[in-house]
């Protein structure tokens, strides 16, 4: 009964350092999504997916890059990090759109940069 | 584009207390209405949905009903509990955004015993 499985839950980062926020789901769900959560703010997505192999930019995508190799996974890279990137980011995925369409979110990454 | 607008919070409620969120929507297609629910320390989870005009959505004693006339989704709660103390967003898509959501900025609740 996993659903969506986010590593790691927290992380520091030096200014410049790069990592890998990792994102599983085994809902053999065709959408998944990334989004950022500042405090007092709604989600902003960063990068979403509608399948293996297809990715496409969301709102906010500078500094961020994704891959979807497989159904399940949905990584999400940053490169040469910054204080901008503070926040807390949420991994979601769906079976399908529109008013079908239910997220089901990870737990989170909380993630500061230094 | 599209946008949603939600009533800023914390909103503070003492228990089986009446709440309401207020939230209201612009869009360019016909959307599809969401409220999520935040735990803290936990990602969020459907509470409820409508996706059309006069639809009313229920989970948990929680309702919203679609008021297209008005562009409104409140959230309401007859008698509220210590374990309603989350954060909540409404949210919308339409079918032209690919699944895509919108959301709010989130109304933090907290309910004292």
């Known amino acids: 009964n996993a659903g969506v499985t986010q590593t790691p839950k927290f992380r520091i980062l030096k200014i410049g350092q790069s990592m890998t926020l990792q994102c599983a789901q085994d809902?053999?769900?065709?959408?998944m999504y990334w989004y950022r959560q500042d405090p007092g703010m709604g989600l902003k997505l960063i990068y979403y997916?509608?399948?293996?192999?297809?990715?496409d930019k969301g709102e906010v995508p500078n500094g961020y890059n994704v891959s979807r190799s497989t159904t399940e996974d949905f990584p999400l890279r940053l490169e040469l990090a910054a204080p901008s990137q503070t926040s807390v980011y949420f991994c979601a995925s769906s079976y399908s759109t529109g008013d079908k369409n239910i997220q089901y979110f990870g737990a989170g990454t909380r993630l500061s940069v230094l | 584009g599209n946008s949603v607008t939600q009533m800023e919070g914390p909103v503070t409620l003492s228990e089986e207390a009446f709440l309401t969120i207020n939230c209201t929507y612009t869009a360019t297609g016909y959307p599809s209405l969401f409220w999520y629910v935040q735990y803290p320390g936990e990602g969020l989870q459907l509470l409820l949905k409508a996706t059309k005009a006069d639809d009313k959505g229920s989970n948990k004693g929680f309702e919203a009903t679609y008021r297209k006339e008005t562009t409104s989704f409140h959230l309401e709660k007859g008698s509220v509990q210590v374990s309603d103390s989350a954060v909540y967003f409404c949210?919308?898509?339409?079918?032209?955004?690919?699944?895509?959501?919108?959301f709010g900025a989130g109304t933090q609740v907290v309910v004292t015993p």
């Open positions: 949210a919308l898509t339409t079918t032209d955004s690919w699944g895509k959501l919108q």
């Open positions: 809902m053999n769900h065709n959408y």
């Open positions: 997916s509608v399948g293996a192999g297809i990715t």
